[in-house]
């Protein structure tokens, strides 16, 4: 079992940066694949990005690529979201989501494949 606290959301204005934290407690962290969702009201829950265990690869939806930055730190069981040039579209709540089994491709995409998840944090960007 393993808990999942999300942090860092807020009320921004379109173009500024915010970063998401996310602290695992329980099973070892190393051990799980971490990824990042959004979910906005009247949408499905959606991929921002993952990486796997060691942090040596790293996984963008389209709508992240180039703005987005996952990283983790394993000794503090942490995982980031860095979310730069914000914009109105990207206003949702956030939620990490840990993963025990190695994930490749569009397995990354998947809540399904995903065995723990946070309570989410808001983040609203105004335009």
């Known amino acids: 079992q393993v808990q999942l606290v999300e942090s860092g959301g807020g009320l921004v204005r379109a173009g500024d940066s915010l970063r998401l934290s996310c602290v695992a407690s329980?099973?070892?962290?190393?051990?799980?694949?971490m990824g990042w969702f959004r979910q906005s009201p009247g949408k499905e829950r959606e991929f921002v990005a993952g990486?796997?265990?060691?942090?040596?690869?790293?996984y963008y939806a389209d709508s992240a690529k180039g703005r987005f930055t996952v990283s983790r730190d394993n000794a503090k069981n942490t995982v980031y979201l860095q979310m730069n040039s914000l914009k109105p579209e990207d206003t949702a709540d956030y939620y990490c989501?840990?993963?025990?089994?190695?994930?490749?491709?569009?397995?990354?995409?998947?809540?399904?494949?995903?065995?723990?998840w946070g309570q989410g944090t808001q983040v609203t960007v105004s335009s």
């Open positions: 990486i796997r265990r060691s942090g040596g690869s790293t």
């Open positions: 329980g099973r070892t962290f190393s051990s799980y694949a």
């Open positions: 989501a840990a993963a025990l089994s190695n994930l490749f491709g569009s397995m990354w995409y998947a809540p399904q494949k995903y065995n723990y």
